[in-house]
Structures are given as C-alpha cells and as structure tokens.
C-alpha cells in the first residue's frame, strides 16, 4: 500500500498485489487504485442531497498490468471490506475527526 497524489491534487491509496518474482514475471501482480474527492452540493440536482453533510466519492480502478490471472473475485471482496470498513469503528472515527462526514453506503 502506499499513498498517491492523482493529478487533479486528491488523496489516493495504491494497493499493489505481489508474487515471488521470477526470470519470466516480475513482483508486481496488479492491484487497485482507491481515490476518493469531495463531491459539491453542485454536482447535484435540487433535492437529491436532502441531508447534505459532505459527500466523499470512493473510486476504486484495476490495476491490471502485470497481472497473468484475472483476479477480480479477490479485487470486489477487497473493495466492499474497504467500504464496510468506512462504516465501522475505526474508519467512522477517522471520517469524523478528518471532516465530519458519515458513510451512508
């Protein structure tokens, strides 16, 4: 895992799969990219944010190179634990001190 800036300036998390490096394969075995903005109450029409707090958007992209077996089962199991994890104790924590916002997946 490690932090990324995305060009347009917001936070993002890189989390890189990895094998025992071969002569025929490197180390990296794919991944996904997490990035996540502040959405504008602009963004919306009138009445679709009723109770507008603040608005992250999780984005979550396949890293697929290096990748010689799909490996999307494993990809959605760790993107939804990713958002069950915003929901619960820690990640509802650190929502709150870091902006006040609250998940409502």
């Known amino acids: 895992m490690s932090p990324v800036n995305m ?4 936070p993002a998390v ?9 002569a025929e394969k490197g180390s990296m075995d794919g991944g996904i990219l997490f990035a ?3 959405v ?6 009138d ?14 992209w396949r890293i697929t190179e290096g990748q010689t077996i799909s490996k999307v089962f494993s990809e959605k ?5 990713f958002v069950k994890g ?4 820690k ?9 006040n916002a609250e998940v409502d997946s």
């Open 7 to 10: 060009p347009d300036g917001n």
């Open 77 to 81: 199991q760790i993107i939804l634990a």
């Open 86 to 89: 915003l929901a619960e104790g």
């Open 36 to 38: 996540s903005c502040l």
């Open 47 to 60: 009445g679709e944010l009723d109770n507008y707090k603040k608005n992250i958007q999780l984005t979550a």
């Open 91 to 99: 990640g509802e924590e650190l929502l709150k001190n870091g902006g």
């Open 14 to 22: 890189k989390v890189t799969f990895l094998r025992k490096k071969t």
């Open 40 to 45: 504008s109450e602009e963004d919306y029409e």
